[in-house]
């Protein structure tokens, strides 16, 4: 797989790592909020929640990380959402 010549749209390296025991894991999550993958942000990217059910959040991440991920489901516990006020320090060239 060739993700190390793949592009990225945002600063992945400057969101914490932050994994499904710690505390900050436990989040509620709506339609339309950005998050990303809590325990490896590099690898999917930032995405939109496009459903919600029980728990349980559809992300579409369009491709933003190195492995190209479209759409997956998540447990909320691994997703962490992002403020929209923070998406200004992790866009590339500010």
């Known amino acids: 797989m060739a993700t190390k010549n793949r592009r990225l749209s945002y600063r992945l390296d ?17 339609r339309g909020d ?3 993958y809590g325990p490896s942000p590099e690898y999917y990217g930032i995405g939109e929640v496009v459903d919600t ?4 959040s559809i992300v579409d991440f369009r491709a933003t990380g190195l492995l190209g991920i479209e759409k ?10 992002i ?8 866009l590339k060239g500010t």
Do not use: M, S, T
Request: hydrophobic residues 50%; without cysteine.
């Open 72 to 81: 997956d489901a998540f447990a909320n516990k691994y997703i962490i959402p």
């Open 14 to 30: 400057l969101l914490p790592v932050i994994l499904p025991y710690h505390r900050r894991a436990v989040n509620a999550v709506q």
């Open 34 to 36: 950005l998050v990303y």
């Open 53 to 56: 059910a029980e728990g349980y």
């Open 83 to 90: 403020h929209k006020l923070d998406l200004g320090h992790i």
